[in-house]
Each structure stands twice: as C-alpha cells, then as structure tokens.
C-alpha cells in the first residue's frame, strides 16, 4: 500500500509510445512524468485547485523501456509553499534492476480567474522524508538555490533592437 500523498501510475509502452529504436520516446515519458506529477500535485490541493504546470525542474532518464513493458510510476508532493507545488515522480527500478529507469521534478501552480498565482485552496501536506523520495527531494534543494528566469525576461528586448 502506497503512503498517503503518494500517487502510483501504471502505463504499458505501446508503439505509438516509442521511437526509431523500438523504446520509450521522450516526448512520451515527459506525458508518462507529467500525467503522473499532475495527479499528485491535484490529489493533494484538493478538488478546488486551479493547478497549471510551472516548470519541469529536473527529468533524468537512465534507462531505456522496450514497448510492451509495464511501467509504474510514482508521484508525490514534496514541497509546498504559498501557491506552489513542487511533485517529485519516480519510475520505480525496472525487472532485474536495482534504480530508477526515469526520475524527476516538476512545479505546479495554483492560478485565478485572471491567470496569476493565487494561495492554494487548502493545505497541502508533503510526502513525510523516505529513502524513494530523499535523492530528488536533495535535488530539488539544489536546483531551489538557482532562482527563476522570469526576472531576466523583465529587461530583454525580443524585437532584435
């Protein structure tokens, strides 16, 4: 049984999934990381939470997946802050291996009617610290140090003049 917070997603590899080599694409795993990231960042603000994808911090594949294979994939929030979401996803170590095919981090947003961040409807309570979720949540203390790209956008000017 899966601890409360935490999402656990299966999805076979079809072909319409995989590329030239016969594998998982990557487009595909993104939507495989993201669906999956979307349903534990929902499940935990609630069902009146207005969630937008904000980043995708981090997405490590180390493996590739041959179509017909089985995947689970496993999402919890691990950060929380006044109107952000922070889901780490994991795909859990394949037959006869011992790590992670894939990992990642993506931010989710809660937004208003006009489309800005607004506080999270409700309190959101994050994954408790566990050896599956201590490498990306020390990932994502390192990626926090590296602040957004927003602010550089402010003074660019994207005319070419």
């Not at 656990?8 to 998982?24: F, I, K, W, Y």
């Not at 170590?93 to 990992?103: A, R």
């Not at 408790?128 to 003074?155: F, H, K, N, S």
């Given at each position: ?59 490590e ?44 981090l ?21 994954v ?28 660019a ?5």
């Open positions: 049984m899966q601890p409360s917070g935490e999402i656990v997603s299966h999805r076979l590899v079809l072909p319409a999934d995989a590329n030239h080599h016969g594998t998982l694409y990557a487009g595909s795993l993104l939507r495989y990381a993201l669906e999956a990231a979307y349903a534990a960042a929902s499940r935990g603000a609630g069902p009146a939470a207005n969630l937008v994808l904000r980043r995708v911090l981090s997405v594949c180390r493996q590739g997946v041959p179509v017909g294979r089985l995947v689970e994939l496993r999402a919890a929030v691990i950060e929380v802050r006044q109107c952000y979401l922070a889901v780490a996803v994991v795909g859990m170590p394949l037959e006869g291996q011992v790590v992670p095919w894939m990992d990642g993506m931010g989710f947003v809660q937004i208003g009617p006009d489309g800005l961040p607004v506080p999270l409807p409700m309190a959101v309570v994050p408790p610290a566990d050896p599956l979720w201590q490498p990306l949540m020390d990932r994502l203390e390192r990626l926090g140090r590296i602040r957004g790209a927003t602010t550089a956008w402010l003074g000017t994207l005319d070419g003049g």
